[in-house]
């Protein structure tokens, strides 16, 4: 029999007798009544707690009323990769291991990713008390398109890292989600205007969920100009992903065959080759070159 408390861990995540599991807990990203009934019920029941800051969880079960009777233990991205081994132990031997952030789903951003992959490597059940979401609240209040997204977390301090990474962006057309500490803002929000151009539209949002919750949408030049008198509070950067290019039309890709052919290439296959990258059906292409080429003969 588990040494750990069975019973009350059956009830919560209906798991066999002698397996213990990984809960990932959603907690509040600033109004703390969106700490859900099921986050309630795990703080309570689990038999061990590993917290980001543990002062921090020790504030919102405080907040929440709540009297944790579980071992409350540091998990955090310094100490993560020391923590594992125990961690994955403690559910070897049957206990229930909640594990929570600061602030909304631990492993997005935040630490959780390295003990997800361990557990899932020891066959060790790992679910999710799913709630806040700072990326996806942002996203769905910046005006953007939201069919398609990619989170970026926070770029690299350096400006030339920070460029290398939102120069690799520059096609993608997908909405980009970033998290930026407010005293950087007018430098990432000058690097992105300066590697999307100044009018590509984004939005700026702001202690969300909390009394002063602020979703600023301008232009990324509009909103460099804005940052420039000082941003407070926890940000995220919505940034509308690129325009799809126009379709390239057969005219438009004669030079290319002409390219190949001039360096050696038989022209049925400079056809060939560029129709297939462009997309364009191989006739047309053909039967255009053929077409120049008559042209320029007559």
Same mark, same amino acid.
């Given at each position: 029999?588990?040494?750990?408390?069975?019973? *009350?861990?059956?009830?919560?995540?209906?798991?066999?007798?002698?397996?213990?599991?990984?809960?990932?807990?959603?907690?509040?990203?600033?109004?703390?009544?969106?700490?859900?009934?099921?986050?309630?019920?795990?703080?309570?029941?689990?038999?061990?707690?590993?917290?980001?800051?543990?002062?921090?969880?020790? $504030?919102?079960?405080?907040?929440?009323? &709540?009297?944790?009777?579980?071992?409350?233990?540091?998990?955090?991205? $310094?100490? +993560?990769?020391?923590?594992?081994?125990?961690?994955?132990?403690?559910?070897?031997?049957?206990?229930? !291991? &909640?594990?929570?952030?600061?602030?909304?789903?631990?492993?997005?951003?935040?630490?959780?990713?390295?003990?997800?992959?361990?557990?899932?490597?020891?066959? !060790?059940?790992?679910?999710?008390?799913?709630?806040?979401?700072?990326?996806?609240?942002?996203?769905?209040?910046?005006? &953007?398109?939201?069919?398609?997204?990619?989170?970026?977390?926070?770029?690299? @301090?350096?400006?030339?890292? *920070?460029?290398?990474?939102?120069?690799?962006? &520059?096609?993608?057309? @997908?909405?980009?989600?970033?998290?930026?500490?407010? $005293?950087?803002?007018?430098?990432?929000?000058?690097?992105?205007?300066?590697?999307?151009?100044?009018?590509?539209?984004?939005?700026?949002?702001?202690?969300?969920?909390?009394?002063?919750?602020?979703?600023?949408?301008?232009?990324?030049?509009?909103? $460099? +100009?804005?940052?420039?008198?000082?941003?407070?509070?926890? !940000?995220?950067?919505?940034?509308?992903?690129?325009?799809?290019?126009?379709?390239?039309?057969?005219?438009?890709?004669?030079?290319?065959?002409?390219?190949?052919?001039?360096?050696?290439?038989?022209?049925?296959?400079?056809?060939?080759?560029?129709?297939?990258?462009?997309?364009?059906?191989?006739?047309?292409?053909?039967?255009?070159?053929?077409?120049?080429?008559? +042209?320029?003969?007559?």
């Amino acid at each position: 029999m588990c040494a750990f408390r069975t019973s *009350r861990r059956l009830k919560i995540v209906q798991n066999s007798e002698n397996d213990g599991v990984i809960v990932l807990g959603a907690t509040p990203i600033g109004n703390l009544s969106d700490a859900s009934p099921r986050l309630r019920e795990m703080m309570l029941g689990a038999d061990v707690i590993a917290a980001e800051d543990t002062r921090n969880f020790h $504030h919102l079960a405080n907040a929440l009323g &709540l009297k944790i009777t579980a071992r409350v233990m540091s998990l955090h991205e $310094h100490n +993560e990769a020391h923590k594992l081994a125990e961690v994955i132990e403690l559910a070897k031997t049957g206990a229930t !291991i &909640l594990v929570v952030s600061d602030a909304g789903m631990p492993a997005v951003s935040d630490p959780g990713y390295p003990l997800v992959a361990a557990a899932m490597g020891e066959g !060790i059940r790992v679910t999710a008390v799913p709630g806040p979401s700072a990326v996806l609240t942002a996203l769905a209040l910046s005006g &953007l398109p939201t069919g398609r997204f990619t989170f970026e977390g926070f770029l690299p @301090r350096k400006a030339g890292e *920070r460029r290398k990474r939102l120069d690799a962006l &520059l096609d993608e057309q @997908r909405t980009m989600v970033f998290f930026e500490a407010p $005293h950087r803002l007018d430098d990432f929000l000058e690097a992105a205007s300066e590697a999307f151009g100044a009018d590509r539209q984004a939005a700026v949002a702001r202690e969300l969920t909390k009394k002063f919750e602020e979703v600023r949408r301008a232009s990324l030049g509009e909103l $460099h +100009e804005w940052s420039l008198e000082g941003v407070r509070g926890e !940000i995220v950067v919505v940034i509308a992903g690129a325009d799809e290019p126009e379709a390239a039309t057969v005219e438009d890709l004669l030079p290319q065959v002409n390219q190949l052919v001039a360096a050696g290439t038989r022209m049925k296959q400079a056809v060939a080759e560029v129709a297939e990258k462009s997309g364009v059906k191989k006739r047309d292409l053909y039967e255009a070159v053929l077409a120049q080429k008559q +042209e320029q003969q007559g």
